[in-house]
């Protein structure tokens, strides 16, 4: 088991809804699972873990530092405010790229013409830690990709100035949102890949942490 004792973990996890009126928001299928099985994982391992996570109903230890928040902004800024200290920060949070411009103040009524809302980038959690990332923390980025997989997530790695990325694949069955278990491969800066088998998030959590402790 990888020894974290001492170590201050920080972890994103869940999705982010984005308001489109005070009854609809945009969101994505992210349950949190994964993340919340990397905290957990990180804990055992003696580490001091701060979670952000978006909407989920997945429960976490008491001994976990939580912080529930709702859009990209609201992690973005609970990020920020976490990141000081933390030695490893996994970013495992399906974050919304883009929200409603505007956010209508009350519910939007139908019409029988189309309508359109207009969308503005969130801000990028992975990409800011990169820009400010100190040689004593290790950056873990995570990446979804439906084509090209690899070499997307080679170049993510390079944009966002991470260490590694954890590439998962939706192409594989029993893998990605919802599931218990997960298929994943791990890049990093000096072009390792891993690619592990299909297994319970517990264990792959548990290759992450070992993959994150044997880096540099
Ligand atoms: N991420 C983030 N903040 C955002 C968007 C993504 O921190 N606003 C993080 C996720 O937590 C994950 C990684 O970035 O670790 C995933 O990036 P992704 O959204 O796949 O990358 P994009 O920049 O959107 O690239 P592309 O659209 O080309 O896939």
Same mark, same amino acid.
């Given at each position: 088991? %990888?020894?974290?004792?001492?170590?201050?973990?920080?972890?994103?996890?869940?999705?982010?809804?984005?308001?489109?009126? %005070?009854?609809?928001? !945009?969101?994505?299928?992210?349950?949190?699972?994964? +993340?919340?099985?990397?905290?957990?994982?990180?804990?055992?391992?003696?580490?001091?873990?701060?979670?952000?996570?978006? %909407?989920?109903?997945?429960?976490?230890?008491?001994?976990?530092?939580?912080?529930?928040?709702?859009?990209?902004?609201?992690?973005?800024?609970?990020?920020?405010?976490?990141?000081?200290?933390?030695?490893?920060?996994?970013?495992?949070?399906?974050?919304?790229?883009?929200? %409603?411009?505007?956010?209508?103040?009350?519910?939007?009524?139908?019409?029988?013409?189309?309508?359109?809302?207009?969308?503005?980038?969130?801000?990028? !959690?992975?990409?800011?830690?990169?820009? !400010?990332?100190?040689?004593?923390?290790?950056?873990? +980025?995570?990446?979804?990709?439906?084509?090209?997989?690899?070499?997307?997530?080679?170049?993510?790695?390079?944009?966002?100035?991470? =260490?590694?990325?954890?590439?998962?694949?939706?192409? =594989?069955?029993?893998?990605?949102?919802?599931?218990?278990?997960?298929?994943?491969?791990?890049?990093?800066?000096?072009?390792?890949?891993?690619?592990?088998?299909?297994?319970?998030?517990?264990?792959?959590?548990? =290759? !992450?942490?070992?993959?994150?402790?044997?880096?540099?």
């Amino acid at each position: 088991m %990888p020894d974290l004792s001492g170590k201050k973990v920080l972890i994103t996890a869940g999705p982010t809804h984005e308001a489109i009126d %005070p009854v609809r928001f !945009i969101g994505n299928h992210s349950t949190g699972k994964m +993340g919340i099985a990397l905290a957990e994982e990180a804990l055992k391992n003696g580490a001091q873990v701060t979670l952000v996570c978006g %909407p989920s109903q997945v429960p976490s230890s008491n001994e976990i530092s939580r912080v529930n928040v709702t859009s990209a902004q609201e992690m973005f800024d609970a990020v920020m405010e976490k990141q000081l200290g933390s030695n490893i920060l996994i970013l495992s949070a399906a974050v919304a790229d883009y929200r %409603p411009k505007n956010v209508a103040e009350n519910k939007i009524k139908k019409k029988d013409t189309s309508l359109s809302i207009e969308l503005e980038p969130t801000p990028d !959690i992975l990409a800011s830690l990169g820009a !400010i990332k100190k040689d004593s923390q290790v950056l873990v +980025g995570f990446a979804l990709e439906t084509n090209d997989e690899e070499e997307n997530a080679k170049s993510k790695l390079v944009r966002k100035n991470c =260490d590694m990325i954890v590439l998962n694949s939706l192409q =594989d069955a029993g893998a990605g949102f919802g599931h218990d278990t997960n298929k994943v491969s791990i890049l990093d800066r000096h072009n390792n890949i891993t690619t592990f088998e299909l297994k319970s998030k517990a264990d792959v959590a548990k =290759d !992450i942490l070992r993959a994150i402790i044997d880096y540099k």
